[in-house]
């Protein structure tokens, strides 16, 4: 069935350090990718997404990008800052945007 | 605010209770989606409405869970007769239905059960 694997769990990062979350999907008719961040008691932030018909976006310190052929995607943050701790979800959808599919999330501790 | 709502945030109910919460999305979004996340997991996709129409269910929603809009607006998610493992938070969120930014979902901040 449907599936999205997300690597690492926990990634622990020196603040101004880089960190970079890896997805792999298993339906190849997916052509959504969102990434969310979601802080302790609250939902999920929708951060930045990229579409199948476009190899990277980037926002300010984030970057994502995908790779069709293999199935990944990534999400690169770059000049990590304390606030950025949070754990991100990674997110598969096809058109239309509904029912995605979300990877079990990786917990990203930024130390000061 | 116009982000999306949920009431309540967190609710606490003895086995065999029924439990009813409610979602207010974005006003302009006609798309509203319900999720459980567990502890240390992803959100699961649970149904989806375009206006009042619910269009697609997962087989986690099993016949004590229903879900309703009645009017295309807000919506609401009720357990009859909850179990344990039922307990989880329940996300809402909500989107546009066609042109730029049909695929964003937004998610309120959740209801928190605990099923003693």
């Known amino acids: 069935g449907e599936n999205v694997e997300q690597h690492p769990s926990t990634l622990s990062v020196q603040e101004g350090d880089s960190a970079v979350i890896k997805c792999t999907y298993s339906d190849s008719a997916s052509n959504y990718f969102p990434w969310y961040k979601q802080e302790l008691g609250k939902g999920p932030q929708l951060i930045i997404d990229i579409r199948s018909n476009v190899g990277e976006k980037k926002d300010q310190r984030i970057a994502v990008t995908l790779n069709k052929t293999a199935k990944h995607f990534s999400l690169h943050i770059t000049e990590t800052q304390p606030e950025d701790s949070a754990v991100y979800f990674c997110a598969a959808s096809k058109t239309g945007g509904f029912k995605t599919i979300f990877g079990a999330g990786t917990r990203l501790f930024v130390k000061a | 605010d116009t982000g999306v709502s949920q009431d309540p945030r967190h609710k606490i109910t003895k086995r065999g209770q029924n439990v009813t919460f409610r979602c207010d999305p974005i006003?302009?979004?006609?798309?509203l989606y319900w999720y459980r996340q567990t502890l240390g997991q992803g959100p699961e996709f649970l149904t989806y409405?375009?206006?009042?129409?619910?269009?697609?269910k997962s087989r986690l929603l099993s016949d004590r869970f229903s879900a309703e809009r009645p009017k295309g607006s807000f919506s609401t998610l009720e357990i009859q007769r909850t179990e344990q493992g039922d307990s989880a938070m329940y996300l809402c969120?909500?989107?546009?239905?066609?042109?730029?930014?049909?695929?964003?979902?937004?998610f309120g901040p959740g209801t928190r059960l605990t099923v003693t």
């Open positions: 409405f375009q206006n009042e129409a619910q269009l697609e």
């Open positions: 006003s302009e979004h006609n798309r």
């Open positions: 969120a909500s989107s546009l239905a066609g042109g730029v930014g049909s695929y964003e979902q937004y």
